[in-house]
């Protein structure tokens, strides 16, 4: 089952708007964060995810999952030490979020590849470090990665529009 | 782990031969636990156990595809008819990952043996019957089986009589596995998990398994339901359940039915005239 933006977590028929909300709250940085010193890190964050948009052409929302992880990820943790230097740590936290956002939402995923080339010519990541890399941001979010984001409220808005008229997704995707 | 005591075995991991244990919570909280564990090893060790369920597909590197959705998925899977992840912990620099989920007061099978009286009352059996189909129904609802239904991992609250599904992959039991799977078809799905709601509800009516014996035991419900050469129709049920009302009949044989692709949807089950004159209180 991919990840769908506009559903993201199973909701049986009483549950709903409420439990979208309670979700909500765990699937959003720290209030704090805007404010704090990490916009270079976040910066950075942004280009090495665009740089690999470019190249692989996924889905867009692939970036944006992954820059949620990451913001979440470094708004309350450590960036964890697992390569040689700070730098390489930060590129590999980023690409991680990536490859998470990416197994999230589509299974056509193989990244052996896709790590490969884009570390080989600086840096090499072996598995290990990967791996390991992927495990501390499951572990700082807590496994949540079915997050509920502005997207997951269309359908709900959707619904409540057309009790007063037809709309369509479209007109409300432009608002 | 210290939090917990070694309490019984309730089965056995799929694909494997590591045992699923039950916990009792030390201390004053109580009330008992189910715990999964995830190896999440980097593939360089060939001898690791990796996650068995992961696919083995030599192209995935870092955290497989499956096991990071299935727990993900699981913590925000919320319905009062499947049983809630409770907490997390890590072990070995993070790469053991162990789930906590919450137990009941008993499973099915040990409710049936120790609550004769209780358990033979049919009203009862249709609202536990209805709350399995609700369960059944959400997992269905988001595109997942179970895979593995028995009377080992539905759980039951004495008190308010709540029934809870427990979907931690266990090994599938033969007696509930529905005849598609036993002549070869190896994917678990929902119309499987419908056959052995079948089979779970005839053991409610009946207190005892409605299969029974050794291993695969095809022979026994084609001898019950009649070969899938014959006309689907079940013509034995009713000798088999001589107590049951005719809704429950009806139900029974749809939820039996041999043709999986015949076979009762559980939404579709929800909807059935059986549960006509259920009231939940909720």
Same mark, same amino acid.
Request: proline share 5%; with cysteine.
């Given at each position: 089952?991919?990840?769908?933006?506009?559903?993201?977590?199973?909701?049986?028929?009483?549950?709903?708007?409420?439990?979208?909300?309670?979700?909500?709250?765990?699937?959003?940085?720290?209030?704090?964060?805007?404010?704090?010193?990490?916009?270079?890190?976040?910066?950075?964050?942004?280009?090495?995810?665009?740089?690999?948009?470019?190249?692989?052409?996924?889905?867009?929302?692939?970036?944006?999952?992954?820059?949620?992880?990451?913001?979440?990820?470094?708004?309350?943790?450590?960036?964890?030490?697992?390569?040689?230097?700070?730098?390489?740590?930060?590129?590999?936290?980023?690409?991680?979020?990536?490859?998470?956002?990416?197994?999230?939402?589509?299974?056509?995923?193989?990244?052996?590849?896709?790590?490969?080339?884009?570390?080989?010519?600086?840096?090499?990541?072996?598995e290990d470090q990967y791996m390991r890399m992927e495990l501390c941001i499951l572990k700082g979010l807590d496994w949540n990665l079915c997050v509920v984001t502005a997207f997951s409220f269309i359908p709900y808005l959707e619904r409540k529009f057309n009790l007063f008229n037809r709309f369509r997704r479209r007109t409300i995707n432009e608002i | 782990?210290?939090?917990?005591?070694?309490?019984?075995?309730?089965?056995?991991?799929?694909?494997?031969?590591?045992?699923?244990?039950?916990?009792?919570?030390?201390?004053?909280?109580?009330?008992?636990?189910?715990?999964?564990?995830?190896?999440?090893?980097?593939?360089?060790?060939?001898?690791?156990?990796?996650?068995?369920?992961?696919?083995? #597909?030599?192209?995935?590197?870092?955290?497989?595809?499956?096991?990071?959705?299935?727990?993900?998925?699981?913590?925000?899977?919320?319905?009062?008819?499947?049983?809630?992840?409770?907490?997390m912990n890590y072990e070995d620099g993070d790469s053991l990952v162990r789930l906590v989920f919450e137990y009941a007061d008993m499973d099915l099978r040990n409710f049936l043996e120790e609550y004769a009286a209780k358990a033979s009352d049919q009203k009862l059996v249709k609202k536990l019957l209805c709350q399995l189909l609700r369960g059944v129904a959400h997992f269905h609802s988001i595109g997942a089986a179970h895979g593995a239904l028995n009377p080992k991992?539905?759980?039951?609250?004495?008190?308010?009589?709540?029934?809870?599904?427990?979907?931690?992959?266990?090994?599938? #039991?033969?007696?509930?596995?529905?005849?598609?799977?036993?002549?070869?078809?190896?994917?678990?799905?929902?119309?499987?998990?419908?056959?052995?709601?079948?089979?779970?509800?005839a053991e409610m009516v009946n207190r005892r398994p409605l299969f029974q014996g050794k291993a695969a035991n095809i022979n026994n419900i084609f001898n019950l339901l009649g070969t899938p050469t014959e006309e689907n129709w079940p013509g034995k049920l009713s000798e088999v359940f001589p107590n049951l009302e005719p809704h429950g009949l009806d139900l029974i044989s749809k939820l039996l039915c041999l043709d999986p692709s015949k076979r009762i949807k559980a939404c579709a089950a929800l909807k059935h005239d059986y549960f006509k004159d259920l009231i939940l209180l909720r």
């Open positions: 089952l991919d990840y769908d933006p506009h559903n993201p977590i199973p909701l049986s028929e009483k549950q709903g708007l409420e439990q979208l909300l309670a979700v909500e709250c765990s699937s959003l940085p720290p209030e704090c964060y805007a404010g704090s010193f990490l916009y270079v890190e976040r910066e950075l964050a942004v280009t090495i995810i665009f740089k690999y948009w470019k190249r692989e052409n996924f889905d867009p929302f692939i970036a944006y999952l992954a820059l949620n992880y990451f913001d979440r990820f470094v708004s309350t943790k450590r960036i964890p030490r697992i390569m040689s230097s700070e730098v390489y740590d930060m590129e590999l936290l980023v690409i991680s979020c990536l490859t998470l956002a990416w197994k999230m939402r589509s299974r056509s995923f193989t990244n052996p590849k896709f790590l490969v080339e884009q570390l080989q010519p600086r840096n090499i990541v072996t | 782990m210290e939090k917990y005591k070694r309490d019984g075995v309730i089965g056995k991991e799929r694909n494997s031969l590591r045992q699923i244990h039950k916990y009792r919570r030390q201390g004053s909280s109580g009330g008992s636990v189910v715990v999964k564990r995830f190896m999440l090893q980097p593939k360089l060790d060939a001898l690791s156990t990796r996650d068995e369920e992961a696919s083995a #597909d030599p192209e995935e590197t870092g955290v497989p595809i499956k096991t990071l959705r299935q727990i993900s998925l699981l913590k925000v899977m919320q319905h009062e008819n499947i049983v809630r992840l409770v907490e991992n539905v759980l039951i609250d004495i008190g308010n009589e709540n029934l809870k599904i427990l979907n931690i992959a266990m090994d599938a #039991d033969a007696l509930y596995t529905a005849p598609e799977l036993l002549l070869g078809s190896t994917e678990s799905s929902p119309a499987a998990d419908m056959f052995a709601v079948g089979c779970i509800f």
